[in-house]
């Protein structure tokens, strides 16, 4: 059940607020669901396999496009073995598709069809996608300087596109304007239900390895991935499955690092971030809705903050494509924090290559 973090009032059960009707409060599950091993079921497609750990309602249906079972490949990197997760690999070419699934899937339960969303470009693109497989009409609002790419690729899909000029943040206050006009706002950074499909990820990497990882590397914007991915390892680490979770290493870009300021230097690190520009837009997010959550369950792996210099991210894309692993700048981020912690890192390092790179050319 999800219920709102700050007056503790159950989401409504015929309805779909983006937040708490009453205090505007942002919703959370109340509690995770319970991992069982033995109820994973292979004859459902791919994350499905987990519908019992996934939070959803009971008539909630079954739709997929092929998210999931995401491939891990090893490679040498800065004197260590690093297995890298494809998350690139889903369907509408990012991790995003975990979670769009399964808020598609409750909104169908809730009899939606049609939706806005607000997005930089991956989780447009990935709401866009669903929304047209399974018969919404979508509406998205992107930052005039999102990627022609991922603009293109929204509206191949069939969706309305609607460019907001300025920083992120006014793009995310045209939706919830839209919102309050009556629209069902699909918020990937609001509504709570995909973050159980990025705790996906966590099952699939210790059934991958046969073992869970020492540490698992990832970009952090709203920090929803490394959120879903900790709630995951913390579901097997609940059920018996491993012993501890790993050490969660969130990477953001110094000209927009909130998340790594904060737990470098706590609230007062928060006065001086700004959002500045960066080609690893996908990260630019001044505010990050789940902030505290997120800081916690990195807290809480023994898991740290990195951030990565302007400079280095589009070096860092270059060397991953030697590697055969063509990303956006947005997942580039990694290699240089890969670079930064490699030494020191609990093995097996995992790391999350979040986007396509044909979304950035």
Known sequence: MHICTNCRRPYPADQT???CPKCGGLYDFDALP?????????????LWRYRHALGLPPDAPTVSLGEGNTPLIWREIFGRRVAFKLEFLNPSGSFKDRGTVLLLSFLLSRGVTEAVEDSSGNAGASFAA???AFGIRARVFVPA?????????????GAEIIPVPGPRSRVSDAAQQAAEDGAVYASHAW??????GYATVAFELVEQLGQPPGTVVMPAGQGGLLLGVGRGFEMLRRAGIIGQVPQLVGVQADACAPLWSAFTYGALGLETISEGETVAEGVRIRVPLRGDAVLRT??????RFVVVREADILPGRDQLSRQGLFVEPTSAIVWDALAQISANAPGPIVTILTGSGLKSI
């Not at 319970?34 to 791919?46: I, K, L, W, Y």
């Not at 300087?145 to 899909?157: D, T």
């Open 34 to 46: 319970a991992f069982d091993p033995a109820r994973v079921d292979d004859s459902q497609p791919g």
């Open 145 to 157: 300087y999102a990627p022609g790419p991922k603009r293109a690729q929204i509206e191949a899909y």
């Open 191 to 196: 509504m709570p239900q995909g973050l159980l």
């Open 17 to 19: 607020p983006y937040r």
């Open 298 to 303: 990195t807290a809480a792996s023994r898991g």
């Open 130 to 132: 669903y929304a047209a």
